[in-house]
C-alpha cells in the first residue's frame, strides 16, 4: 500500500503543481480561460486525491502532523500555500499583488518539496 500511495501522491503533487503554473500564467496574461468550468472543478479534485493520498501516507508511516515536526512544516506550509495561491488567483486585489503572491506561492512550494525530501523542518537548508 505504501507504494500505491507514494505514487499517487507524487503524481498529484506533479498535476497539481502544473495546473497551478498554467493557472498563474492565464493570471498573468490576463486570460479568461481562469473562468472556464474546468479550471474551477479540476483542482479540487486532484488536490483532495492529493491530501487523500497524504493522508494514507501519514498513517504507513506512523508520523502525524503536531508529533513529527516535518510533517508540521509541511502542513503549515500547505496552508500558506493555499492562502497564497487563493490570493494570487483571484482574490488580489491588484495584478502588483497577485504576483507577488505567485512568487511567494512557489517559494513556499519549493520549501514544502524540501522538507518532504529531506525530512526536515529547515527543508534544503537540512
Keep these: 500500500m505504501y507504494a500505491a500511495f507514494k505514487h499517487i501522491h507524487l503524481l498529484t503533487v506533479a498535476l497539481s503543481l502544473g495546473l497551478f503554473t498554467l493557472r498563474g500564467i492565464w493570471m498573468l496574461l490576463d486570460s479568461d480561460k481562469l473562468q472556464k468550468r474546468w479550471v474551477k ?20 508511516i506512523h ?5 513529527d515536526g516535518w510533517l508540521t512544516a509541511k502542513l503549515l506550509g500547505l496552508i500558506a500555500y493555499i492562502v497564497l495561491g487563493t490570493i494570487a488567483l483571484k ?16 517559494a513556499v512550494i519549493a520549501y ?7 525530512h526536515n523542518a529547515l527543508s534544503w537548508l537540512a
Design 41 to 60: 472543478i479540476v483542482p479540487h479534485i486532484i488536490d483532495t486525491l492529493l491530501l487523500v493520498s497524504a493522508i494514507g501516507l501519514m498513517f504507513q
Design 63 to 67: 508520523q502525524y502532523p503536531f508529533a
Design 91 to 106: 482574490r488580489g486585489k491588484t495584478k502588483g499583488t497577485r504576483v507577488i503572491a505567485l512568487v511567494a506561492a512557489f
Design 112 to 118: 514544502i518539496v524540501g522538507v518532504a525530501i529531506r
